[in-house]
């Protein structure tokens, strides 16, 4: 572990830490053949690492299906945060679709940690092994250490995702309220006031108002009175 935490802190993005992080899950845990990180948003699965090729094709599975362990470990209201499946024929009830579509693809157990909730949206670090009986309750704890590193990972990727994205709208806003100054000789908080007004009137987003003005700066509309 001190071995990979030196490897995750050499990463120069948080993709290659997460890819890291699949990897070492691989190296490190005794019997695990495949390992990866994925994250359900609007209930849509995302791949966000893989080591192995069972990883996306088990992740496209329970995104289609809408069931697998990480959707009960979300959906848990005891606030479990640890699955572990040592016998892939002996799958739970409400995911016997995906356990069978599961051992198509080779996977003869599983275990996993859940990595964040928020609302529908959630993230799971999940080992594969072909073999079942692969991980015992001895597993849970490496499971831990390792998720520990992809939670704050996951994080960081999440807390750019924001600031990438209020940085765009800030652009969006400020280029539109130019247009709008230069077009029609407004202060610039008139021009903003503009935006806000159309945003109240139709109910629709500033950012998206101020895409509108910019999309749409050859046509030379009349701004509301």
């Not at 050499?10 to 990180?37: F, N, Y």
């Not at 948003?41 to 990480?70: F, H, I, N, W, Y």
């Not at 009960?72 to 679709?97: C, F, N, S």
Request: glycine share 8%.
């Amino acid at each position: 572990m001190a071995v990979l935490a030196r490897k995750l802190l050499e990463q120069d993005s948080v993709q290659a830490t997460l890819d890291e992080i699949a990897t070492a899950a691989v190296d490190i845990v005794e019997g695990c053949d495949a390992a990866g990180i994925l994250a359900v948003r609007k209930g849509r699965a995302v791949t966000l690492a893989a080591c192995g090729s069972m990883v996306t094709d088990s992740d496209r599975l329970q995104g289609e299906l809408g069931e697998g362990p990480c959707f009960d470990l979300a959906r848990q209201k005891d606030g479990a945060r640890v699955y572990r499946i040592e016998d892939m024929t002996h799958p739970h009830p409400t995911w016997e679709r995906f356990a069978a579509a599961a051992r198509e693809l080779g996977v003869g157990s599983m275990t996993g940690v859940l990595l964040y909730t928020d609302n529908d949206d959630f993230g799971a670090l999940n080992l594969y092994s072909s073999r079942r009986g692969a991980f015992g309750e001895e597993i849970e704890t490496a499971g831990w250490l390792l998720a520990s590193h992809a939670a704050v990972a996951l994080a960081d990727a999440r807390t750019i995702d924001q600031l990438q994205h209020g940085m765009e709208t800030r652009h969006a806003i400020g280029e539109a309220m130019g247009i709008l100054m230069e077009r029609h000789g407004l202060s610039e908080d008139d021009a903003f006031g503009v935006l806000r007004q159309i945003s109240q009137n139709h109910n629709v987003k500033l950012r998206d108002v101020a895409q509108r003005v910019r999309s749409q700066r050859t046509d030379r509309p009349d701004p509301p009175a």
